[in-house]
């Protein structure tokens, strides 16, 4: 058996979103509008929006804090997978990218699920209780990213999972010439949370690089 990771081609990235992932119409949507916009390969991929919606699912998740909101798939993907009673807190800069998001979530039917905190997500962390949230998603600036993931730590609960997106900076991680402030923060993130003992982790190649940590 190969233990190589799959090199997806276009062919196959269709034929994966084809047969794949069931996508709602609103995130289909949502989808084409944003890949109008210069920053488009911000946004998530249908299958890690279906993966992530998955797990909501698979974990009875009742509680959600996404860091990075940006046009919204990835908040409606995971809200409309929450229960009646479940809610989403979003943190993002950007009202100009979250008009976007509030018309999504509007037209998926769960707005009412969603809390908008616009602002640094610093300061709204620092608003929230401890133990709070059965899942964190952070994919917001990657200098913030330590940050972002001490205060995870603090907010989710015991048992619950926190998802960090762009671990790999498109394989910029591995390479020792690429320095910048992005790449230099999210390889010294992935080191410390590879001998992290406040959790459990995998980090997949999924996409741009998803990490899974479960906080023990």
């Given at each position: 058996?190969?233990?190589?990771?799959?090199?997806?081609?276009?062919?196959?990235?269709?034929?994966?979103?084809?047969?794949?992932?069931?996508?709602?119409?609103?995130?289909?949507?949502?989808?084409?509008?944003?890949?109008?916009?210069?920053?488009?390969?911000m946004q998530i991929a249908p299958e890690q929006g279906g993966f992530m919606a998955l797990l909501v699912r698979l974990m009875?998740?009742?509680?959600?804090?996404?860091?990075?909101?940006?046009?919204?798939?990835?908040?409606?993907?995971?809200?409309?997978?929450?229960?009646?009673?479940?809610?989403?807190?979003?943190?993002?800069?950007?009202?100009?990218?979250?008009?976007?998001?509030?018309?999504?979530?509007?037209?998926?039917?769960?707005?009412?699920?969603?809390?908008?905190?616009?602002?640094?997500?610093?300061?709204?962390?620092?608003?929230?209780?401890?133990?709070?949230?059965?899942?964190?998603?952070?994919?917001?600036?990657?200098?913030?990213?330590?940050?972002?993931?001490?205060?995870?730590?603090?907010?989710?609960?015991?048992?619950?999972?926190?998802?960090?997106?762009?671990?790999?900076?498109?394989?910029?991680?591995?390479?020792?010439?690429?320095?910048?402030?992005?790449?230099?923060?999210?390889?010294?993130?992935?080191?410390?949370?590879?001998?992290?003992?406040?959790?459990?982790?995998?980090?997949?190649?999924?996409?741009?690089?998803?990490?899974?940590?479960?906080?023990?």
């Amino acid at each position: 058996m190969s233990n190589r990771t799959l090199n997806l081609t276009d062919d196959l990235v269709t034929y994966v979103r084809t047969v794949g992932v069931r996508e709602h119409p609103v995130l289909a949507a949502l989808r084409q509008s944003t890949a109008n916009m210069p920053e488009h390969s911000m946004q998530i991929a249908p299958e890690q929006g279906g993966f992530m919606a998955l797990l909501v699912r698979l974990m009875y998740i009742r509680d959600i804090l996404e860091i990075g909101t940006f046009t919204g798939y990835s908040s409606t993907a995971m809200a409309l997978a929450l229960p009646p009673e479940g809610r989403i807190t979003c943190c993002d800069v950007s009202r100009e990218w979250t008009d976007f998001a509030r018309r999504a979530w509007t037209d998926a039917g769960v707005a009412d699920q969603v809390d908008l905190r616009l602002g640094p997500a610093t300061e709204t962390l620092a608003t929230l209780e401890n133990d709070s949230f059965d899942l964190a998603f952070i994919d917001a600036d990657k200098t913030g990213y330590d940050a972002y993931y001490e205060g995870c730590l603090r907010v989710v609960r015991r048992g619950g999972l926190i998802l960090i997106d762009n671990v790999l900076q498109a394989g910029r991680v591995t390479d020792e010439t690429q320095a910048d402030d992005n790449v230099a923060a999210i390889r010294a993130l992935n080191v410390k949370i590879a001998a992290d003992e406040r959790v459990d982790h995998v980090l997949l190649p999924v996409a741009d690089g998803l990490t899974m940590a479960r906080v023990r």
